[in-house]
């Protein structure tokens, strides 16, 4: 019999919809000197829907009922090429400090197909380490030959609380990333979207399940830095509000919202958001209605924090080593107690490039 490692947060599903998608990215450079694609919103969003349409009724989500606090852990525009030290160095962070999730607001690495590559090697490394701190590893194989198979295939892992085993390949990680306008380049959504399928979506995280309570993720596509209009028909419908959950007994506790492109300008030296008014004012509507607590943005590379109304607004600096060689404060752990307080804090770096020469 097999004993099972105390597993600290427990995954029931994967959670981003999967599509398929090959598009033919045609690059342009907007009035204000901001590099846009060609890769077209409305049919991102589209086929990311038509999926969740066919799998809406799937458990998806995280369990943490019972624990006094749960944190996760946030980054943005890392734009990874050859050097993977801060994306490692985030990933290391997240498993050191338990955190529940790990999200990514976007231009996750510049489009080249050997940098997606560098990128899919890097999560894979960190989904074994994640295995194998949080589901028992079984081996497959002879006793007489442990120690001398390495291929992943000899392993499997085990929820034995969930009554659930994955082999590595099936086993969920709990990396969410939202898409940017440097994933879309140059043919790039068929490359990101064949690592995380999915540009438009949610995540629950099971707080109580008497009654039911949830705290609530939500992902945007906001990569062409607009929502278009079939986002903002599918927002208006409730897709991502959770309505018809509430009409089943669930409570909807704290919100929280992930996007690329920035709404407020950090200074008068950096862009302000490059969503068309109409859609600024949806959006900074929607998210009071949503009663969101905490709106994650990237893009524009400079830190800024800032409440309007009831909501947080946290813009994050670049974490990667080439806009910031020097270490510092790229990334934020968020807090969340029993009670649904929430505190945040900004998380220091300490990976430079010059540390590998």
């Given at each position: 019999?097999?004993?099972?490692?105390?597993?600290?947060?427990?995954?029931?599903?994967?959670?981003?919809?999967?599509?398929?998608?090959?598009?033919?990215?045609?690059?342009?450079?907007?009035?204000?000197?901001?590099?846009?694609?060609?890769?077209?919103?409305?049919?991102?969003?589209?086929?990311?829907?038509?999926?969740?349409?066919?799998?809406?009724?799937?458990?998806?989500?995280?369990?943490?009922?019972?624990?006094?606090?749960?944190?996760?852990?946030?980054?943005?525009?890392?734009?990874?090429?050859?050097?993977?030290?801060?994306?490692?160095?985030?990933?290391?962070?997240?498993?050191?400090?338990?955190?529940?999730?790990?999200?990514?607001?976007g231009d996750i690495?510049?489009?080249?197909?050997?940098?997606?590559i560098n990128l899919?090697?890097?999560?894979?490394?960190?989904?074994?380490?994640?295995?194998?701190?949080?589901?028992?590893?079984?081996?497959?194989?002879?006793?007489?030959?442990?120690?001398?198979?390495?291929?992943?295939?000899?392993?499997?892992?085990?929820?034995?609380?969930?009554?659930?085993?994955?082999?590595?390949?099936?086993?969920?990680?709990?990396?969410?990333?939202?898409?940017?306008?440097?994933?879309?380049?140059?043919?790039?959504?068929?490359?990101?979207?064949?690592?995380?399928?999915?540009?438009?979506?949610?995540?629950?995280?099971i707080v109580d399940?008497?009654?039911?309570?949830?705290?609530?993720?939500?992902?945007?596509?906001?990569?062409?830095?607009?929502?278009?209009?079939?986002?903002?028909?599918?927002?208006?419908?409730?897709?991502?509000?959770?309505?018809?959950?509430?009409?089943?007994?669930?409570?909807?506790?704290?919100?929280?919202?992930?996007?690329?492109?920035?709404?407020?300008?950090?200074?008068?030296?950096?862009?302000?958001?490059?969503?068309?008014?109409?859609?600024?004012?949806?959006?900074?509507?929607?998210?009071?209605?949503?009663?969101?607590?905490?709106?994650?943005?990237?893009?524009?590379?400079?830190?800024?924090?800032?409440?309007?109304?009831?909501?947080?607004?946290?813009?994050?600096?670049?974490?990667?080593?080439?806009?910031?060689?020097?270490?510092?404060?790229?990334?934020?752990?968020?807090?969340?107690?029993?009670?649904?307080?929430?505190?945040?804090?900004?998380?220091?770096?300490?990976?430079?490039?010059?540390?590998?020469?």
């Amino acid at each position: 019999m097999v004993k099972m490692k105390k597993i600290k947060h427990i995954i029931l599903f994967p959670t981003l919809f999967s599509l398929v998608a090959v598009l033919i990215s045609c690059d342009k450079v907007s009035p204000i000197g901001v590099l846009v694609s060609g890769t077209g919103v409305e049919d991102r969003v589209k086929m990311s829907n038509e999926y969740y349409l066919k799998h809406k009724l799937e458990a998806k989500g995280h369990i943490v009922v019972g624990r006094d606090e749960y944190t996760f852990l946030v980054g943005a525009d890392s734009h990874i090429t050859t050097d993977l030290g801060r994306m490692q160095e985030m990933l290391q962070n997240g498993l050191d400090h338990d955190d529940l999730l790990y999200a990514h607001l976007g231009d996750i690495a510049d489009t080249k197909a050997e940098y997606y590559i560098n990128l899919e090697d890097v999560l894979y490394e960190y989904k074994k380490l994640y295995a194998k701190k949080y589901y028992e590893e079984i081996f497959m194989g002879d006793e007489d030959d442990k120690g001398q198979l390495y291929d992943d295939s000899y392993y499997l892992y085990v929820d034995t609380i969930n009554d659930v085993t994955y082999d590595l390949d099936h086993l969920p990680y709990p990396f969410y990333p939202v898409v940017g306008n440097h994933d879309i380049t140059h043919n790039g959504w068929a490359l990101w979207s064949n690592i995380f399928h999915s540009s438009f979506y949610d995540v629950f995280v099971i707080v109580d399940f008497n009654p039911l309570t949830i705290d609530h993720f939500i992902f945007l596509d906001t990569a062409n830095g607009t929502l278009g209009k079939e986002q903002v028909k599918l927002i208006e419908e409730g897709v991502l509000d959770g309505r018809n959950y509430e009409e089943n007994g669930y409570y909807f506790r704290n919100t929280f919202v992930f996007s690329h492109t920035n709404i407020f300008r950090p200074s008068s030296l950096q862009f302000a958001s490059t969503f068309p008014r109409e859609e600024t004012f949806f959006l900074l509507e929607q998210f009071k209605r949503w009663e969101a607590d905490i709106v994650f943005m990237g893009h524009v590379h400079k830190w800024d924090d800032r409440v309007n109304g009831q909501t947080t607004y946290l813009t994050l600096d670049s974490m990667s080593e080439s806009n910031n060689p020097e270490p510092g404060d790229y990334l934020v752990r968020v807090h969340v107690k029993k009670d649904g307080t929430i505190t945040w804090e900004r998380v220091h770096m300490n990976y430079s490039p010059k540390d590998n020469e």
